[in-house]
């Protein structure tokens, strides 16, 4: 982090402080920033067992794992973007007319984060450090459970294992039915000792190829490390590339979203540390691309503005997403239909269409043509990638007014 280009800092109480940014850059921070000593903190202490685990009365000994913590159901969309590589896919079936099944309000104040749902319940963490589960025929509160910190992004969850990361640059592994440490790396957000810079958590996390991925902030992105052991897989000379003025560590892409395209991840979106709602109007942030593919036919939707569905593109020319990352039009791929969706928030693929949500409406677009199949008004826009779909078909939607409605077959 450094101060903006305009004010410089300021020096008082023995503090270092730096204003709200003025500008419309990537390393935009908003708010007032206060710095003071480190004295002899020790930035890499190892978290210890008896000092963070906590567990309740009636635990005792853990059965079966319960679906959360299998491996990737097909049906069910058990992680953030339904599943440990944030695919978006489901392959359950949405009816072809829908109606509002339930409404669920958070107390004043709170925000949702994106729904996951498994075995019948919708699993919701929100701004007020609760997590909270909820029947997804009905609407009604299973139970709820508080966390001691505000929740943004789920846990990534795979093959028995919860994986997370907190905001230092910690990143941990644990028995998902425990909640045991099997392995913690703390050093990570200092790989050069030096600038005392690294790998900062910023967005999501998913799987793929044998290593956990991070969208890491400003200095290393995305960030990668060996799911077996913790081990940061990032070269520590990332921190010290320079360009634009000299600025370190200002070529990483610094949104807050992971994108698995042609077997790369990529990041793009909303900066984690930016407002929500204050755009920041930079290329590596607007220009994103997400692709949702099968062996038949290929859902890229790009900037969030419109969806495009060609067939499948495999091997080599898959890597024209790349290419062409944030480009409306790809050469050699023509659109089999394409429509648009504005101010886009979330989206999902599943057997008979895509879903999309947007700041007006949650609409179903008919996977073979693209026609509207149903539109369902919103009164509030949703939370960014607010949108999952239970193994029965229903499209359950996170808003920012701290509402959580659910739409399903108008006979249920």
């Not at 997804?136 to 795979?158: C, D, M, N």
Request: hydrophobic residues 45%; charged residues 20%; proline residues 6%.
């Amino acid at each position: 982090m450094r101060a903006q280009c305009q004010d410089g800092v300021t020096i008082a109480n023995g503090l270092l402080y730096w204003w709200p940014s003025v500008c419309d850059c990537n390393l935009t921070l908003y708010g007032i920033t206060s710095l003071g000593p480190a004295e002899g903190l020790v930035f890499d202490a190892a978290v210890r067992e008896e000092d963070r685990l906590e567990r309740a009365p009636a635990s005792g000994t853990a059965g079966e794992a319960p679906p959360a913590v299998r491996e990737d159901p097909p049906a069910d969309w058990n992680a953030f973007r339904a599943d440990s590589a944030a695919s978006g896919i489901s392959t359950a079936t949405v009816p072809g007319k829908v109606r509002k099944l339930w409404d669920f309000a958070l107390p004043a104040g709170a925000v949702p984060t994106a729904p996951s749902a498994a075995g019948g319940l919708v699993f919701l963490g929100a701004s007020d450090g609760t997590v909270r589960a909820i029947d997804g025929a009905t609407g009604a509160l299973a139970w709820k459970a508080f966390t001691g910190g505000a929740i943004r992004f789920p846990p990534s969850i795979w093959e028995g294992r919860a994986y997370a990361g907190s905001g230092d640059g910690r990143v941990v592994a644990l028995d998902a039915r425990t909640g045991r440490i099997i392995w913690q790396n703390n050093a990570s957000g200092h790989l050069d000792q030096g600038a005392i810079a690294g790998v900062s958590v910023q967005g999501h996390l998913i799987i793929h190829g044998g290593k956990l991925w991070m969208a890491g902030g400003n200095a290393v992105s995305p960030a990668a490390f060996d799911l077996a052991s913790g081990r940061c897989l990032n070269d520590p000379g990332l921190v010290n590339q320079r360009i634009n003025n000299n600025v370190p560590a200002s070529v990483s892409p610094r949104g807050a979203d992971l994108y698995l395209v042609a077997g790369e991840v990529m990041v793009g979106g909303q900066p984690f540390y930016a407002h929500p709602q204050y755009k920041v109007y930079d290329a590596s942030v607007i220009e994103r691309t997400w692709v949702a593919a099968d062996q038949e036919r290929d859902v890229a939707w790009v900037n969030g503005s419109r969806v495009i569905c060609l067939r499948h593109a495999d091997g080599d020319l898959a890597r024209k997403y790349l290419e062409h990352w944030g480009k409306m039009r790809i050469p050699g791929l023509e659109p089999i239909w394409s429509a648009e969706t504005r101010d886009g928030a979330a989206m999902a693929r599943v057997r008979n269409a895509v879903v999309a949500a947007g700041a007006a409406e949650v609409a179903a677009l008919d996977l073979g043509d693209g026609r509207r199949l149903w539109a369902e008004a919103l009164s509030a826009p949703p939370v960014p990638w607010g949108l999952a779909v239970d193994r029965t078909g229903r499209v359950v939607v996170s808003l920012e007014d701290g509402r959580v409605l659910c739409f399903g077959s108008a006979q249920e």
